[in-house]
């Protein structure tokens, strides 16, 4: 039986995400997965939690902290998650000498949780790709392939939780087996100057095409120069589609 999961489920919008993976699986060449897929998903605040699990009377809700979960390794086949963005820390002992934001870690432990060649998708801080220091990416890499990754532009989030903010949605693949990712077999391990003099990962270097937008540098709410995406004139939904 397929297992999906949500470390960061929401009251409904990521398992919507999660359904739709399993109903798009379901039109394909395996009819069976969409009957005999269960869900899993974890919510920490327990008013959210609640409305998840009655939307989704069928799933496995668990209302509580991701990092208080006991789910074993390389059991998830699909993970689909908005996980939480955050300069700040989650105590988990496994993962404590790392020193991940919550962001990184999220994304960490849920590459963790998924079965060899299973898929995640996750929408993630624009950090998570772009900070100068690569052990956060090396530790994605040794255990799976990023197998595409989409720059949003600074609105995509305007509607829904009224800020402006660049994230990415990020498309891996768990690996077989680990590896010891550098420089040379993983190009989106490091950062790099556009054109324009502007840092950001090598993946978007390489790929511009999966920026939807124009890069632009602005001061941040603190005055620091930051690179943000500004939008395009078309409609988001049309140009990921």
Same mark, same amino acid.
């Given at each position: 039986m397929k297992k999906h999961f949500c470390p960061k489920c929401g009251k409904k919008t990521e398992l919507r995400?999660?359904? %739709? !993976?399993? *109903?798009?699986?379901?039109?394909?060449?395996?009819k069976d997965i969409a009957e005999n897929a269960r869900l899993y998903g974890v919510e920490l605040d327990p008013l959210t939690g609640k409305i998840a699990s009655k939307l989704y009377p069928n799933a *496995?809700?668990?209302? %509580?902290?991701?990092?208080q979960t006991t789910f074993t390794?390389?059991?998830f086949d699909v993970v689909v998650s908005n996980v939480p963005f955050g300069a700040y820390s989650v105590y988990d002992s496994e993962y404590a000498r790392h020193n991940f934001y919550v962001h990184d870690y999220f994304i960490?432990?849920?590459?963790?949780?998924? %079965?060899?060649?299973?898929?995640?998708? #996750?929408?993630?801080?624009k950090g998570t790709m772009d900070k100068l220091n690569p052990s956060v990416r090396?530790?994605?890499?040794?255990?799976a392939e990023l197998i595409g990754a989409i720059r949003l532009p600074n609105n995509a989030f305007?509607?829904?939780?009224? =800020?402006?903010?660049?994230?990415?949605? &990020?498309?891996?693949?768990?690996?077989?087996? %680990? !590896? *010891?990712?550098? *420089?040379?077999?993983?190009?989106?391990?490091?950062?790099?100057?556009?054109?324009?003099g502007y840092e950001i990962n090598n993946y978007f270097i390489k790929h511009p095409e999966m920026i939807l937008g124009t890069? #632009?540098?602005?001061?941040?709410?603190?005055?620091? &120069?930051?690179? =943000?995406?500004?939008?395009?004139?078309?409609?988001l939904s049309l140009d990921l589609s």
């Open positions: 995400y999660v359904s %739709k !993976i399993v *109903n798009s699986v379901s039109q394909t060449s395996n *496995n809700i668990q209302i %509580k902290g991701f990092e390794n390389d059991t960490a432990k849920s590459i963790d949780k998924l %079965k060899p060649n299973g898929l995640m998708a #996750v929408i993630t801080s090396k530790y994605f890499a040794d255990r305007k509607q829904t939780a009224n =800020t402006e903010v660049v994230a990415d949605i &990020l498309f891996f693949r768990k690996r077989e087996e %680990k !590896i *010891n990712a550098d *420089n040379e077999n993983t190009e989106w391990l490091a950062t790099g100057k556009t054109e324009e890069l #632009v540098e602005e001061r941040g709410l603190y005055g620091a &120069l930051d690179v =943000t995406v500004k939008p395009k004139d078309s409609n």
